[in-house]
């Protein structure tokens, strides 16, 4: 049941920031310029050649027709959409379906996966060492959101049982996505789009290596110009 204590406002942003791994190319599918109503028929097509290609392309299931989105970019929308998964649960879903996660500015976006990708190397017991690539999606925001700052429980730094409670019951009641301040950074806003349709397409910008020393990410990369920075 909705809280009804989430307030729909515009949202209005020029640039929304996404950081993800670098590992994962795009899938061709999304960013042909054919109608995503005939996917699943491409893809029964292809599958028959490419068994792999439903591994790679994800569940189309989980996105209704009218509310993909096709084209150079597209991708980087899909992805969260068609490859989420209850073992990557977020604070506002349990992993059933997908959420694309944006900050208002690339230092918000830093510090968000910069707090999860801590989780991941010390839950997995990493060695220190630089880790992963990682890059940077420039997109924009013009859509009314839920804003989830008044919401009780929503900003738990650390359980998401409320936000994912109320998530999932905004998302059922027909809400496009979330606003809220960023937990990580001071200042710092968030958004969580429920569809690929309710953000633009991202272009890519910088890329990113962090470093682990053990117990934290302790300095991160820019690649392209070289500088390193301290994490506070």
Same mark, same amino acid.
Not at 93 to 99: A, C, E, F, L, Q
Not at 121 to 149: C, I, K, Q
Not at 192 to 200: E, H, K, N, Y
């Given at each position: 049941?909705?809280?009804?204590?989430?307030?729909?406002?515009?949202?209005?942003?020029?640039?929304?920031?996404?950081?993800?791994?670098?590992?994962?190319?795009?899938?061709?599918?999304?960013?042909?310029?054919?109608?995503? &109503? +005939?996917?699943?028929?491409?893809? *029964? @097509?292809?599958?028959?050649?490419? #068994?792999?290609?439903?591994?790679?392309?994800?569940?189309?299931?989980?996105?209704?027709?009218?509310?993909?989105?096709?084209?150079?970019?597209?991708?980087?929308?899909?992805?969260?959409?068609?490859?989420?998964?209850?073992?990557?649960?977020?604070?506002?879903?349990?992993?059933?379906?997908?959420?694309?996660?944006?900050?208002?500015?690339?230092?918000?976006?830093?510090?968000?996966?910069?707090?999860?990708?801590?989780?991941?190397?010390?839950?997995?017991?990493?060695?220190?060492?630089?880790?992963?690539?990682?890059?940077?999606?420039?997109?924009?925001?013009? &859509? +009314?959101?839920?804003?989830?700052? *008044? @919401?009780?429980?929503?900003?738990? #730094?650390?359980?998401?049982?409320?936000?994912?409670?109320?998530?999932?019951?905004?998302?059922?009641?027909?809400?496009?996505?979330?606003?809220?301040?960023?937990?990580?950074?001071?200042?710092?806003?968030?958004?969580?789009?429920?569809?690929?349709?309710?953000?633009?397409?991202?272009?890519?910008?910088?890329?990113?290596?962090?470093?682990?020393?053990?117990?934290?990410?302790?300095?991160?990369?820019?690649?392209?110009?070289?500088?390193?920075?301290?994490?506070?």
């Amino acid at each position: 049941m909705v809280s009804g204590l989430a307030v729909r406002r515009r949202v209005r942003w020029p640039q929304t920031f996404r950081i993800i791994r670098s590992i994962h190319p795009p899938v061709d599918l999304f960013e042909d310029i054919a109608d995503p &109503r +005939d996917w699943e028929a491409l893809v *029964a @097509v292809e599958a028959k050649t490419n #068994p792999r290609i439903r591994l790679e392309i994800g569940d189309l299931g989980k996105v209704p027709a009218a509310r993909r989105v096709s084209g150079p970019g597209a991708s980087f929308v899909m992805a969260p959409f068609v490859h989420c998964s209850p073992l990557r649960p977020g604070r506002f879903t349990d992993g059933s379906y997908g959420i694309y996660y944006a900050g208002d500015s690339e230092n918000v976006a830093l510090a968000e996966t910069i707090h999860h990708h801590q989780r991941f190397m010390a839950g997995t017991n990493e060695e220190p060492g630089w880790t992963s690539d990682f890059r940077v999606l420039v997109g924009n925001v013009d &859509r +009314d959101l839920d804003d989830m700052n *008044a @919401v009780p429980g929503a900003l738990d #730094p650390d359980d998401y049982a409320a936000s994912q409670a109320e998530g999932r019951a905004l998302r059922d009641a027909g809400s496009d996505g979330l606003t809220w301040n960023s937990v990580r950074i001071a200042g710092g806003s968030c958004i969580g789009a429920f569809w690929p349709d309710v953000v633009g397409i991202p272009v890519q910008g910088r890329h990113y290596c962090y470093h682990w020393d053990g117990s934290r990410v302790d300095f991160v990369r820019q690649y392209d110009t070289g500088t390193m920075l301290a994490v506070n």
